[in-house]
Every structure is written in C-alpha cells, then in structure tokens.
C-alpha cells in the first residue's frame, strides 16, 4: 500500500510540473508573432511621453474606423525573460499585427514598429505532418487551400498595413510640428 501512494505522489509532481508549463505557455504565447517588417524612426535630442504618442496613435487609428482593429497594450522583455519589461501599443486586425514602441534612448528617443502575423503553431504541425507523413499530394493540396485568403482579404490587409503606416507617420509628423522637433539632415 506505501508504494501506491508514493506513486501517486510522483504522478501528483509530474501534473503540477504540466500546469505549471502549461501557465507559463498561455502566459508568453500570446504575444509571439511572425515579424515579417520591422521600422524605426529616431530623434536625437529629443524625447516625448510614450503614453502620449500611444493615445495619440490610438486616435488616429480610431478615426480611420477600420473594422475588427483591435488596439491593447502588451509588455515584452527589454533583454531576457524575467527582465524590465516595456509597454508595446498592439494594433491587430485578424491576421496583421502590429506591436509599436516608443521609447527613450541615450538623450533622444524613437519610435519603432514590428510588423507580422500570429504564430500558427496548429498549422505548422499540421504542414510538418504531412510532409513527413503522407505521401498523398492531395492532402497536401487541401492543407495549401486552407490558407489561402481571396483577393479581397488581401486588398483588406493591404489597406489595413497602410492605414496604420500612414497613422504612425501622422503622430510622428505632429509631434515634430506641435513639439518643435529639430530632425537631423539625411541623404535621402
């Protein structure tokens, strides 16, 4: 009887052990993206409020009523897991996401984005499955069917994409105007 219950222990650990994976999962999953662009604007010498530009942005965005947006606030690490974190704007539309930064650095400050889609995790196990698995090139044509959008879902993604560029540049060009901001001379 001692051996069942000490079994019983260690089958007890080991679904502790699982809970505790599967919180940490649902905790830091939600955020992983497929970054496809990343973009960054600096100012030397100059820095700004992050929650301003966020509500700023948030406003802009909003005018545009653009449907199924949603816009959240989201932390990542500055450099490893248990780090400092800092305060992302998330700006998402079914499968384009965008995570905005605005942060200070040295004596200026930038404003970045990082553009992609949300992990498909179930979809890629799918996909290695069934090329390592099955043979069947119909499958294989199913699975291809199943992602694809139709071309107004593209023209959708691609007004979405530019609508929230053209909001992030708006921001950025009234804090320069309303803010003074003195931008450094490029080649461009």
Known sequence: MKEVFLYMGDQEEALIVIVAILILVAIFWRKKVNVSTNWVQAFVDYQFSTQDFYQMLEDLINKREMPNVKINRIDYPTSHLVSERREYLRVARKDSIYDICVAPFGTG?????????????????????ATTYIKNPDVHQILD?????????????????????????????????????????TNE
């Open 109 to 129: 400050s930038f404003v970045s984005y990082w553009y992609g889609e949300p992990r498909k995790t179930l979809k890629q196990l799918m996909r290695r499955v």
């Open 145 to 185: 069917n199943f992602n694809n959008k139709t071309r107004y879902q593209y023209d959708t993604d691609s007004v979405f994409q530019l609508w929230v560029k053209d909001c992030i540049n708006d921001a950025i060009e009234d804090i320069k105007t309303n803010k003074g901001v003195r931008m450094p001379l």
